[in-house]
């Protein structure tokens, strides 16, 4: 230590609030996001909010803050970053009382791919999983790229938050100041007291609300003129004649040859014959084939409708059908109705959706999938 006991406070409350609470809720997502299954996406989507809010908030504060977290007294010139670097390789401790240029570059980085992990999650769960305001407004395979990257992004955050705590310690070390205790009491030795210039701007402040306003605006225009998720309503003719078996499928659960491969089998189905006329028939698989997976946006549509062939038009038989089943017994298909009744188990069948909060909870099925 200095000998020095003078300390002044460097971190205000808001930006300790911030750091600690962020750790948290980056350490709560990543964990729900990685080892548990998908029926806590609610509740990681939910701590993935909060952080929008929290960074959001932190970048106000880097213009309009106390000094030490102002976004323009960061010593982030190529010289600073240069002369700290050679610092660090000759051991040699030079003090800084706001961040260093190393640690700038490092919060800088930290900000910015934690921003990148939450727009490719907004993707993802609105392209993929069809939920949330923006659902009609992304397209599927957007989301399903934008949750690999959402995962990748995930694993760079943590490995640059490593790094950061490897930083701090060398620095604490180095410069034999206790770091990590500072962005908890928010203070340091006055000793090493040079004074920032307090440069706060609450033009730069308004101008990035603005910014930030006009670009969600446009982002909520867009999804109001795009259609909402493409999933065709089932007609009561259709339920009437295609219910009483088995449910009625949803018509984006199979492609448009399997549609037509069942039609061109009429009126044979499945070794039985359909005692149905030709007329109603007919009407039915026209509408059937006019909103086939090809013309929706859901993952049921991508992962089963899609991949389904003429030569075995089943549901069932699809890969994803069966991953997505195979822990389930016969007892619980038959407490169903069936592995046909998709209805039996799941709310939201009609709608073609299968959202994973949909899912019925049931003490025989496999309890991950429970959800909210
Ligand atoms: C008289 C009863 C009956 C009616 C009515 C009926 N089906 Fe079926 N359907 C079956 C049977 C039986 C199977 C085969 C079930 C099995 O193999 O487990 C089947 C299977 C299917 C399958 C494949 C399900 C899968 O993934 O394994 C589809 C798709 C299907 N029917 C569509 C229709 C459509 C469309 C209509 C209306 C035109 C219809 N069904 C009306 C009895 C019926
Ligand atoms: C006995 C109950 C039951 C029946 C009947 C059933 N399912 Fe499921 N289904 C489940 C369960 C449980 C899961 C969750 C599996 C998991 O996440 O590991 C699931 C998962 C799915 C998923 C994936 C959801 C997601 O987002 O991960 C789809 C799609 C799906 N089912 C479609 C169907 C269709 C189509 C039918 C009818 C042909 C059907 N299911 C019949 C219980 C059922």
């Known amino acids: 230590m200095s000998g020095d006991d003078i300390k002044i406070q460097v971190w205000d ?4 609030f911030f750091h600690w609470l962020s750790v948290l809720g980056v350490l709560i997502a990543a964990g729900t996001g990685f080892l548990l299954s998908d029926s806590w996406l609610g509740f990681h989507v939910a701590v993935g909010c909060a952080l929008a809010a929290l960074l959001t908030a932190r970048i106000f504060w880097g213009y309009v803050g106390s000094q030490y977290g102002l ?34 570059v490092m919060v800088v980085s930290l900000m910015t791919v934690m921003a990148f992990v939450i727009v490719t999650g907004i993707l993802a769960v609105s392209g993929e999983e069809k939920q949330g305001p923006l659902a009609g407004a992304i397209p599927y395979l957007v989301g399903h790229h934008a949750k690999l990257l959402h995962s990748l ?23 034999r100041q206790n770091l ?80 037509q491969a069942i039609a061109g089998n009429l009126p044979v189905h499945f070794g039985k014959r359909l005692a149905l006329s030709p007329d109603e028939l007919g009407e039915i698989m026209g509408w059937l084939s006019a909103h086939a997976a090809e013309t929706a946006s859901t993952e049921p549509a991508f992962a089963i ?6 030569q075995t038009p089943r549901i069932t038989a699809t890969p994803f ?23 039996g188990c799941h709310a939201d069948a009609a709608s073609g959706a299968f959202a994973d909060q949909a899912i019925e909870s049931r003490p025989g099925l496999p309890r991950a999938q429970s959800a909210f």
């Open 180 to 259: 990590p205790k500072a962005m908890i009491d928010g203070k340091k030795d006055a000793a090493f007291h040079i004074p920032y210039a307090a440069r706060r701007s609450w033009g730069q402040a308004a101008k990035r609300l603005g910014q930030a306003a006009i670009l969600g605006l446009a982002t909520a225009f867009l999804a109001l003129l795009l259609p909402a998720p493409p999933t065709a309503m089932l007609t009561p003719g259709y339920v009437r004649l295609c219910g009483s078996c088995h449910d009625p499928f949803h018509p984006s659960l199979l492609s448009r040859a399997a549609w």
């Open 13 to 16: 409350p808001f930006i300790r």
């Open 71 to 104: 976004f323009s007294n960061f010593p982030l010139r190529r010289q600073e970053i240069l002369h700290h670097l050679l610092d660090l390789m000759l051991l040699r401790p030079r003090h800084y009382l706001g961040h260093t240029p190393l640690g700038s």
């Open 153 to 175: 992004s995930t694993l760079a955050l943590l490995a640059l938050a490593a790094l950061h705590v490897a930083g701090v310690l060398a620095e604490s070390l180095l410069t």
């Open 305 to 310: 409708g899609s991949v389904s062939t003429p």
């Open 321 to 343: 059908w069966k991953t997505k089943h195979q822990a389930i017994g016969d007892a619980d298909f038959l407490a169903a109705g069936g592995s046909l009744r998709c209805s």
